[in-house]
């Protein structure tokens, strides 16, 4: 009896025992040299995942286009209105031929034709064609020239009609991806009839300041300002342009 027993303690001894405990190691294992991979070391073949900050349509980049200058939008039209001295109204409309030329129409009321001295008894209803070219358009510089003729019919100093021939240049230089400021040079040529009009030809020379801001990208405010002599049948008297307005491109 005392044998047995003898033999079972024995036997069970070993299952008794604490087991013995297994190596733990904490340290993660590096790579080797070979395939280690950093966020400036993408592997060759695959795309790296650090963010990109190109540009996107999204975002509100004057440096896409623009309306004063040479940047032309591709693909879309520009709806736009213009307010100020001397063009109290206008409503013009652009859609590109180009990457360089845009071709359109616009329909504005005039009171002085940028002259102030003629602000009371100067009155136009116009209506014209309007076509833009791009001179320079980059990262840095937007330069365009815009021609407007047209038609006037004249609503003071009795009956008559004008022609008009105004030329614009703009060149605008990027603060930012939203805003464009630069010089502005008009030239805004016109003819009146009957030819015996103390005013028959008057040629404003305006030279001033323009600026552009994005509000969104299809949406931008701008305005030009500036100041000059004007000459015509009695002579040289001050010319003057104070305008803001808008431009969406559809």
Known sequence: MVTLLSIAIGLLSPL????????????????????????????PGSESLRPSATYTEES???????????????????????????????????????????????????????????????????????????ILHNELWSIGVRVSPGFGIRTSQGSGFSLFVPLESRALYAIDDRLLVGAAIDLPLRLSFPSGSPDFVTVPMIVGFAGEFHLMPSLALHGVFGFGPALDSRGVEPSFRATIGMAYRL
């Not at 008794?16 to 592997?43: I, K, V």
């Not at 286009?65 to 063009?87: E, H, M, N």
């Open 60 to 134: 509100p980049s004057a440096l896409s286009w623009d309306v004063l200058g040479g940047g032309i939008p591709a693909d879309s039209i520009l709806l736009g209105a213009t307010s100020g001295f001397s063009r109290f109204a206008e409503v013009h409309l652009e859609a590109p031929l180009s990457d360089q030329f845009t071709l359109g129409g616009w329909v504005g009321f005039d009171f002085g034709y940028w002259r102030p001295d003629g602000a009371d008894q100067d009155a136009s209803l116009m209506f014209g064609a309007a076509a833009r070219l791009s």
């Open 16 to 43: 008794q025992a604490e087991p013995e405990a297994l190596p733990l190691n904490l340290t993660p294992e590096l790579p080797n040299n070979e395939s280690e991979q950093t966020w400036d070391d993408p592997e």
